[in-house]
């Protein structure tokens, strides 16, 4: 009976992780079922790396740790799926071989047979004594070369995901900020009409709100990997996007309306659909993101501009109405990955990303100072 049993919990454990596998690196889709090994080791390992990384207190080295937590996820991920497949084909050996044994030593032997057949090593020291056992070892080394075979293609694609996600990103620094804003979006964008460069601007957001819904879906561990600065975030850039898209709607503009009604749908399916993969349950208690009098600040801003904001009872009614569809689910996101949500419009003018570089205040100082032999400065 007790040979039975553990090839059964054997073969239950490599279809587990087969099937976990399968599920997370090939099928492109979101899977409904909450009962997952990968969902399981996510929730797990990400409470433990977040509790330590909030007991950090300098904001630099927090986002620092959190930035190795995306990529050192999927590495510790495949060594639990190879790791967790030699245990299983270990345990269908010993099931096997149970007439010479059913002991840790014994299992220890199966063990290092198991992983040697894995890794194709081939050394030859312990080999399979019965039929069985051989056509398992033919089928696990088969296996073993398919997933690292999967697992080297598996990773370009993640990190080509992950790079064409950051483009959208870099472009709103000049574009909108640095955190992006609304204020600065709409502060900065061409006159609707101007040979639809405004249009042509909304328009790639939703293309970029479309690849964002598609990629973080097919692979959720992207939402874990950090942007190249600590003021910038994927989560922040679509929220900005989703703000903007708020003012054009709530201004009743004719012009502009039909392309921001198109990316503001598009955005807000992105967030939604990201959100539900993360935090299943709402959370209710974020502070408000746009105060009564961050709402005159922005109307200030914008006064004079092609976008400047009506102050009207109907403007404020469907600009809150319009939050309402994203502004929670972007909040308790932004809760769970520990990401900082963009203002609506900056405390203080804030230079921008590419403004910033560790050679410009000695240039400064050196144009200023003119010294002899710096002209070409």
Partial sequence: MAPMLIGIAGVALGLAILWDAIETVLVPRRIGRRIRLTRYFYVVTWYVWRAIARAIQKPSRREALLGFYGPLSLILLLVCWATGLIVAYALMHLAATAHEGLNLERFRTMLYLSGETFFTLGFGDITP????????????????????????????????SFSQREIEISLLDARAGSPPTAAECLSRMPAFGERALSEDILRGWERWSAQLL???????????????????????????????????????????????????????????????IFVPRFRPGAADRLTAEELRRLRAHLSGTPVSLPASEEFEKLLTELRRLYEPYAQVLAQHLLIELPPWIHA??????????????????????????????
């Fill in 129 to 160: 004594t019965t039929e069985l056992t051989r056509w398992l070892s033919v089928l696990e080394a088969g296996m073993g070369f398919a997933f690292l075979g999967t697992v080297v293609g598996y990773l370009p694609t993640m990190y080509s």
């Fill in 214 to 276: 598609e990629t973080h879906i097919s692979y959720p561990q992207l939402a874990y990997y950090r942007s190249q600065h600590s003021n910038q975030s994927w989560l922040g850039a679509l929220t900005a996007i989703l703000d903007s898209s708020a003012l054009i709607l709530a201004r009743r503009e004719a012009q502009s309306a039909h392309q921001a009604q198109l990316t503001f749908a598009m955005a807000r399916h992105a967030l939604v659909d990201i959100t539900h």
């Fill in 348 to 377: 203080k003018t804030r230079p921008d990303n590419w403004r910033g570089g560790p050679w410009d205040r000695m240039l400064s100082a050196r144009a200023a100072a003119a010294l002899p032999g710096d002209e070409h400065f």
